[in-house]
């Protein structure tokens, strides 16, 4: 079993940025892959980017340039840097593992004020 805690949501103005972190603990040599995944009121949840065990990254297009996905192996940690902030960024950001299994983080609220 892996758990997955987020952290580091908040309210903010556009413009300004934020730094999401995502803790796994429990049997994370199972992991292959984690991501951030946002769910705004009334839409699906969807990927905004992720990080393979080797480095690899990958982004959505409504954040490339903007976001940076990234990872501290010692201390088991994905970070997700947020700049340049926009009210559509507005959504519940989960953490997601990945390998044979999947798991999901509780989610952390980030709210972009106009």
């Known amino acids: 079993q892996v758990q997955l805690v987020e952290s580091g949501g908040g309210l903010v103005q556009a413009g300004g940025s934020l730094r999401l972190s995502c803790a796994a603990s429990g049997v994370i040599f199972s992991i292959r892959k984690m991501g951030w995944y946002r769910q705004a009121p009334g839409k699906q949840r969807e990927l905004v980017a992720d990080i393979t065990n080797g480095g690899s990254t990958n982004y959505a297009d409504s954040v490339k340039g903007r976001f940076t996905i990234s990872r501290d192996g010692a201390k088991n940690t994905v970070y997700l840097q947020m700049n340049s902030l926009k009210p559509d960024d507005t959504a519940v950001y989960y953490c997601?593992?990945?390998?044979?299994?999947?798991?999901w983080g509780q989610g952390t609220q980030v709210t972009v004020s106009e």
């Open positions: 997601r593992g990945r390998g044979p299994n999947h798991y």
